[in-house]
Structures are given as structure tokens and as C-alpha cells.
């Protein structure tokens, strides 16, 4: 399989790679390892969360604005 870049996201792989002393491929194979992990993560939340709303367990909308108001003030 053959991946292309946009010039521009070869010049920024190729610093990235520069400064962390690393070759390119190894952090685009990093990358795609990472895509894969949160993915499935992805997957498995939408799941619960699925299996939770089929058992009428909902957050109330009071609830989820104190969160994100918690998480990200002002």
C-alpha cells in the first residue's frame, strides 16, 4: 500500500520526524496504530452508551450542562 502527502504534510512529517529523531514511517505506522485504538474505544463507548439509553438511563440535560460547564469554564 502506498500512502500520498500533500506537500505540505511531507514537510511537516518530515520536521515532525526531525525533531523527535524518528524515522517518518515509524510515526505514520504510529499514527495508524492510534487510529485504530481510538476507533475501537469509539465503538465501544457508542455501544454502552447504546445499551444504556435501550435501559432508560439517560444523563439530564441539567446534569450535562454542569459537566461541560465544569470541563470548559467561560
Do not use: N
Not at 511531507?10 to 496504530?33: F, I, P
Not at 435501550?54 to 465544569?70: L, S
Amino acid at each position: 500500500m502506498e500512502v500520498q502527502f500533500t506537500p505540505d504534510q511531507q514537510a511537516k512529517l518530515s520536521r515532525l520526524a526531525t525533531a523527535q529523531g524518528r524515522a517518518a514511517e515509524a510515526l505514520v505506522q504510529e499514527a495508524v496504530e492510534r487510529l485504530f485504538g481510538y476507533d475501537e474505544w469509539f465503538s465501544h463507548e457508542v455501544d454502552k452508551g447504546l445499551a444504556a439509553a435501550e435501559k432508560g438511563e439517560f444523563v439530564e440535560h441539567e446534569d450535562v450542562r454542569r459537566i461541560i460547564e465544569t470541563r470548559y469554564p467561560g
